[in-house]
Nanobody, 121 residues
Framework: QEQVVESGGGFVQAGKSLELSCKVIGNIYSIGSMGWYRELPGKEREMVAVAMESGSTKIAHSGKGRFTITRDYAQKTVRLQMNNLGPEDTGVYYC???????????????WGQGTLVTVSS
């Protein structure tokens, strides 16, 4: 069964850094895009950063200049390096993979369970 395993997150002070990691496991043939979304308190889930199958990346405006996404296509992992964090970044971060093709599924969308990031002022 395909699933997403997340790690990282936690509590940091403003101005510090955190790295989130995510791996898709299972009998995977291919993955489209992989990335990170987040839910800020009282807000809807939003895109943070995405690494496309083509190799290009997208970073949300809120993370430009601070966040970097790196994908390892062979290992089926994606990492989000977040620098200069602020209290406005506090929320639950979710790893996402789409167009997953595996031994048992086609074009599946996978979500991680979410990891909490808390930034104190």
């Amino acid at each position: 069964q395909e699933q997403v395993v997340e790690s990282g997150g936690g509590f940091v002070q403003a101005g510090k850094s955190l790295e989130l990691s995510c791996k898709v496991i299972g009998n995977i043939y291919s993955i489209g895009s992989m990335g990170w979304y987040r839910e800020l308190p009282g807000k809807e889930r939003e895109m943070v950063a995405v690494a496309m199958e083509s190799g290009s990346t997208k970073i949300a405006h809120s993370g430009k200049g601070r966040f970097t996404i790196t994908r390892d296509y062979a290992q089926k992992t994606v990492r989000l390096q977040m620098n200069n964090l602020g209290p406005e970044d506090t929320g639950v971060y979710y790893c996402h993979a789409d167009r997953v093709i595996s031994l048992t599924a086609r074009d599946r969308i996978l979500w991680g369970q979410g990891t909490l990031v808390t930034v104190s002022s």
